[in-house]
């Protein structure tokens, strides 16, 4: 079964080069320039410098030599993800289309999968998700993801075809509960971030993780998901890798928060949309979310991080 990845950004050419390992792998850039230097260079120096791209990686900017492999990887940001889709329909009509963005579209309030399915009617849609960060996997260090499908069948060929040598996927048929661990767990991440960065201390840090993370299993709960599923990698384990490494950029920008210092507007936090996005579903729904309110109002300059801390410590007192 042949792969493509669609989107040459760090996260995208790490796959690339971890499914390398398995046989020829296209990896597609909307950039020629970008693309004729990585294939001559065998280098992403932009997005993931100092790593060598193996030999089995075609770097193309021609979207035909992407869509004729079987399986395709989305690797683009989950803001992004609705445009690249309606842009490239009709070639990737009848796909098997697997998205690798953690969010919830801000227009929709919508996962990858169902802004798949609503675009791509007839698709194949599968999401890829997990704690991983590009320079690990790139590195050849062991990751372990959650693959999301709700065919069973389709989750199994996937599972095989895309399980590497450092890369172990686990499987579930709870498309919602993957969709959603990945993407809450950015708010958390900033929020976490904000607090360091402000001098709150760990103590403060596992506070906002542990009722962060029953703030995402409330709100996941509420869209459909099962109980169990964001106790795995999806929710748990990507809360935790997310809110306590600098190479999340979530976290770092919830750390210049903290620090008042101005963070890199060219790097996409895909948080930033997702909690505005779950404060406001939130809100409609009457669902508790003081946490995600706050990183909303605090991540678009509402409040500030001692505004911020106040809110959160003034809420009235109640059983855990």
Not at 180 to 190: D, E, Q, S
Not at 232 to 256: H, K, P, Q, W
Request: hydrophobic residues 45%.
């Amino acid at each position: 079964m042949s792969v493509a990845v669609l989107g040459s950004g760090a996260f995208g050419t790490a796959l690339a080069i971890s499914l390398a390992g398995n046989g020829p792998v296209t990896l597609w850039s909307r950039n020629a320039e970008q693309a004729r230097h990585m294939q001559d260079s065998r280098e992403n120096t932009v997005r993931l410098p100092n790593v060598t791209l193996p030999d089995e990686i075609l770097v193309t900017a021609d979207i035909q030599d992407a869509v004729a492999s079987d399986v395709l990887l989305l690797a683009v940001p989950m803001q992004k993800l609705r445009a690249a889709l309606m842009e490239h329909a009709t070639v990737l009509a009848g796909k098997t289309l697997v998205a690798c963005c953690k969010g919830i579209e801000l227009s929709s309030g919508l996962g990858p999968i169902s802004v798949i399915q609503q675009t791509i009617p007839d698709a194949r849609p599968a999401l890829l998700t997990g704690p991983s960060f590009a320079d690990d996997i790139a590195r050849g260090l062991p990751t372990a993801l959650t693959l999301a499908c709700a065919d069973g069948d389709l989750s199994e060929t996937l599972q095989t075809e895309l399980t590497t040598a450092n890369l172990r996927l686990y499987r579930t048929t709870d498309v919602i509960g993957a969709e959603l661990g990945g993407a809450l767990k950015n708010v958390m991440a900033i929020g976490c971030g904000a607090a360091i960065g402000a001098g709150l201390g760990d103590s403060a840090r596992a506070a906002l993780m542990t009722r962060g993370f029953a703030e995402m299993q409330r709100f996941a709960l509420m869209r459909g998901a099962r109980p169990d599923t964001l106790m795995g990698l999806t929710g748990l384990g990507d809360l935790v890798l997310t809110c306590s490494s600098e190479l999340s950029r979530n976290y770092r920008f919830g750390l210049c928060l903290g620090r008042n210092r101005p963070f890199d507007s060219q790097t996409t936090v895909e948080g930033v949309a997702t909690a505005r996005a779950m404060a406001d579903i939130a809100a409609a729904e009457g669902l508790d979310m003081p946490i995600s309110a706050t990183v909303a109002d605090l991540s678009h300059g509402t409040y500030s991080v001692p505004q911020a801390i106040q809110t959160l410590l003034n809420r009235p007192l109640k059983e855990e």
